[in-house]
């Protein structure tokens, strides 16, 4: 298993702000990915960031509006740029620790409220 | 410490019979609760849920029992079909609607 923690645990942003969010492993992984969850939706992954590499995004969401940092094995972190009512939503990272077995931790995420 | 565990890292099962895939959970403040699945390189999809006011709910060949006093939540699917092979997830939640993931189960249904 793998102890994720994020930070903020939530938050309350003006509109055009920008607001990143970190994600903490307790071991070092390959796989990070983020997700959004907005009110009433399932998830959706937003990128899947491996270390050493450039984010790989899904369709519907740019590095321009959501930049992902991977410095190490442990750390990622994903900002919300140039914020929107649009874009509150619940915001969450998980891990992938056995390849084979193809599951994920997830983190608590994080609440974000777009004014 | 998991607030939300899914013991069975992984479950084979034949195409036709029923798969249970199990979830435990200590939070008894958790009063929704639901099952996604996942497809290799792709997010969790939403499959069923279920609120804590009920202990059973059916959607076709997926139900979902809640059994409160145990903290223990089951997804059976039966038939079960080799489409369903994926990796399944409970997640629980409570006030604020913020959502806590057990690690996942991976079902392989073989034809």
């Known amino acids: 298993s793998a102890v994720i923690s994020q930070k903020p645990s939530r938050d309350i942003c003006q509109r055009g702000t920008s607001l990143t969010i970190q994600c903490q492993v307790d071991?070092?992984?390959?796989?990070m990915f983020w997700y959004r969850q907005q009110p009433g939706q399932s998830l959706t992954l937003i990128a899947t960031a491996n270390q050493g590499s450039e984010a790989t995004y899904e369709s519907g969401f740019v590095i321009d509006k959501f930049p992902i940092s991977r410095p190490n094995l442990t750390f990622s972190t994903l900002t919300v740029s140039n914020m929107s009512p649009e874009d509150s939503s619940i915001y969450l990272c998980?891990?992938?620790?056995?390849?084979?077995?193809?599951?994920?931790?997830f983190g608590p995420g994080t609440r974000l409220t777009v004014l | 410490d998991q607030q939300v565990k899914q013991n069975s890292p992984s479950l084979s099962v034949q195409e036709g019979r029923i798969s249970i895939l199990n979830c435990d959970y200590t939070n008894s403040m958790f009063d929704y609760f639901l099952w996604y699945k996942k497809y290799p390189a792709e997010g969790p999809t939403f499959l069923i849920s279920?609120?804590?006011?009920?202990d059973k709910n059916e959607d076709g060949r997926f139900t979902v029992f809640l059994n409160k006093s145990a903290k223990h939540l089951s997804l059976h699917i039966v038939p079960s079909q080799p489409g369903d092979s994926a990796v399944y997830f409970c997640a629980a939640s409570g006030a604020g609607n913020m959502l806590t993931f057990g690690g996942g189960t991976r079902l392989m249904v073989k034809p």
């Open positions: 071991s070092q992984v390959t796989m």
């Open positions: 279920i609120s804590s006011i009920k």
């Open positions: 998980s891990v992938e620790v056995d390849r084979a077995a193809d599951t994920q931790y």
